[in-house]
């Protein structure tokens, strides 16, 4: 025989050693009037006396979460709903001073940036007729069908890693 810790031969007369102590301790067995020493130990608390019934104490209390839900739905739909009264009414004024925003701000970049597509232009397109001409059509086909095929991939990668597990991990205790 062996110790599975140590991996030590045990002595054949630790057994019998350890056998005979236990043979010589008495059996242990509550007295008789164990159980009502216990039970006289015991108290039973009261009934608690149900409250006073009130109109709507109750309902708020077990259902705070949705009346607070709902109170802030409402206020989001009061405020939309004067922002929306607001925008109407004031419309010709909001378009007058966003139009003359725009144009202060949008004609001069715009102008910018048709300036810098005239100057880059003719480079970018002779490097991409040169790439199209010398390795042909085929590197772009594959680029094409390569990122046309990473969005679906891609969404339902993202949709495998944000839906809930539907079971415990084995390894994890029940």
Do not use: C, K
Not at 120 to 144: H, Q, R
């Amino acid at each position: 025989m062996t110790d599975n810790r140590n991996n030590h031969p045990l002595d054949p007369m630790e057994d019998q050693v350890l056998d005979q102590y236990l043979a010589s301790l008495g059996r242990y067995a509550p007295s008789p009037a164990f159980d009502d020493r216990v039970m006289a130990r015991v108290r039973i608390n009261a009934p608690v006396p149900a409250p006073a019934p009130s109109f709507a104490a109750p309902a708020v209390r077990r259902r705070r979460w949705p009346v607070l839900a709902y109170s802030l739905s409402g206020a989001a739909a009061v405020s939309s709903t004067a922002l929306t009264a607001w925008v109407a009414a004031n419309f010709q004024s909001l378009a007058a001073s966003a139009a003359a925003g725009l144009i202060a701000v949008a004609v001069p970049s715009w102008q910018a940036v048709l300036a810098w597509i005239t100057t880059t232009v003719p480079s970018v397109g002779s490097a991409l007729v040169t790439g199209a001409l010398t390795g042909g059509l085929t590197p772009w086909i594959w680029s094409a069908a390569i990122l046309t095929a990473a969005v679906p991939v891609s969404l339902i990668g993202f949709w495998l890693v944000a839906r809930a597990p539907n079971r415990m991990n084995p390894h994890v205790a029940r």
